[in-house]
Structure formats: structure tokens, C-alpha cells
């Protein structure tokens, strides 16, 4: 949240100083007015889109790719998964949210959080706090909170989606990927 102060906004990305001591949050009679947050995105183009064709079966049609405001991974058919995905320091922050602003879902297995290399499959490598849901269809849309309070140093965080039909092919559309101090 921003905060205004005498005409003056300081964006959530911005700083705000105390007796010479930055703060994480602001506080006005005993509420909070001010949290720090680093907006992955939107406002980052700098994701891994990536795709494998042969995640467990003979897969087409996989894709990741950024569209407006939405990063959004089409995992195909049969076998097939798409992932993004972004290194950040976790040095100091909270928490993690991830907002799935649209899931089209047939036998599918997706997976939203922190991983400790770019490189995951169907089998789960690499996995931090991760979580993952799996079925023939479903509906998964939502702000998903991760605490990240007791990790430091580099990490990635993102989204893999794998697709085990030969029916319908999976798309998942991420409209905002934040950290919280």
C-alpha cells in the first residue's frame, strides 16, 4: 500500500526513514499505513519461459509467454509443461504471493512457489515451498500467500503447469507475483 504524507506519496516500493532507521512497515495509531513490498510482477520482464515438450509422455503444444499483464504458461497435451519463473534474494522479506488470475485446467498437475534452481518436472526437483494441485479439471484462481520469513540468500519463485491429456491443453494466467517485508 502507498502511503501520503503532506502532498508527498511514497510508493510501496519506495523508503521510508525514522530517526535515520529505514523501516519495513509504518504504523499510525497502532495501524499499519505503509508495507514495503518488491512487485516481481507486473512491471518485470525479466522471467525464464520455458517449456518441455516431453515431461512424462510424447507432449505438444506447450508455451509460456507474457501477454499484457499476465505471465501465462499453456502446458499442450500429453505430457507437455510450461514453467516461469524469476530469481530473487529472500534475504529479508516475509512472505510471497502469487495471484492465478485464470486457470483452464483437464488432468493436469500445477504447482506455484519457491524452488532453489530454474529446473523442475513432473516429479517435483528442486521444490522449496511449493503447492501443488492436481486432478482432471479444477478451478484454482486466487492470491496464494508463501512465508518466506526463515529463507536467505537466492532463490526462484514461479509456476509449472503439466498437462496429461490428450483432450483439452491447461493454461494458467498470472497476474501479480509480490514480496512482503
Not at 49 to 75: C, E, H, K, M, R
Request: glycine share 12%; proline share 1%; net charge neutral.
Amino acid at each position: 500500500m502507498s502511503y501520503r504524507q503532506n502532498d508527498v506519496l511514497v510508493p510501496e516500493s519506495g523508503r521510508i526513514f525514522h530517526n535515520d532507521v529505514q523501516l519495513s512497515r509504518y504504523f499510525f495509531n497502532d495501524v499499519l499505513v505503509w508495507n514495503k513490498v518488491n512487485q516481481l510482477w507486473p512491471g518485470n520482464s525479466e522471467w525464464n519461459l520455458l517449456v518441455n515438450q516431453n515431461d512424462g509422455g510424447a507432449g505438444w503444444g506447450a508455451n509460456s509467454y507474457i501477454d499484457g499483464n499476465f505471465l501465462v504458461i499453456t502446458a499442450g497435451y500429453n505430457g507437455s509443461s510450461g514453467r516461469i519463473n524469476k530469481w530473487f534474494d529472500a534475504t529479508g522479506w516475509n512472505r510471497a504471493r502469487i495471484v492465478l488470475s485464470w486457470t483452464t485446467l483437464s488432468y493436469f498437475q500445477l504447482r506455484w512457489g519457491i524452488w532453489s534452481s530454474s529446473w523442475t518436472n513432473i516429479y517435483g526437483d528442486n521444490e522449496v515451498r511449493v503447492t501443488k494441485k492436481d486432478g482432471a479439471s479444477g478451478n484454482h484462481t486466487g492470491a496464494y500467500d508463501i512465508n518466506i520469513s526463515d529463507l536467505s540468500g537466492g532463490y526462484y519463485i514461479g509456476a509449472y503447469l503439466y498437462a496429461g491429456s490428450t483432450v483439452g491443453a491447461c493454461q494458467v494466467g498470472i497476474g501479480n507475483i509480490t514480496l512482503y517485508k
